[in-house]
Nanobody, 124 residues
């Protein structure tokens, strides 16, 4: 299976910035709809941003503040997060689908490959 390694989390004050990275490790294969998801303590995991053929899709709460990008050569995925708020505090996961079924609007359970998570904490 594809292994993903997420990094770049940390603790920042409100209005700060962080850049998360996700690198493939070991065996690599074609994956689809690479994205970032997050899970605040005690809450469900939700999609933050997804890359797809037409560009990118963002959750409304991060639109205009977060930017997802991908290095197609390295197959690395990034999430630039600006103007962070305490509500952005969560464990962040990178993930990708194993097949493309015509859309990258995916439920959490439809992502096949996951990184281990990197913690983001934003203080007020």
């Amino acid at each position: 299976p594809v292994q993903l390694v997420a990094s770049g989390g940390g603790s920042v004050p409100a209005r700060g910035s962080l850049r998360l990275s996700c690198e493939p490790s070991g065996y690599t294969r074609e994956t689809y709809c690479p994205g970032w998801l997050r899970q605040p303590p005690g809450k469900e995991r939700d999609t933050v941003a997804t890359r797809h053929r037409g560009g990118a899709t963002y959750a409304g709460s991060v639109q205009g503040r977060f930017t997802i990008s991908r290095d197609d050569v390295k197959k690395s995925l990034y999430l630039q997060m600006n103007n962070l708020t305490p509500e952005d505090s969560a464990m962040y996961y990178c993930a990708a689908a194993g097949t493309y079924e015509g859309t990258c609007v995916l439920r959490v359970g439809e992502f096949s490959f996951w990184g281990q998570g990197t913690q983001v904490t934003v203080s007020s």
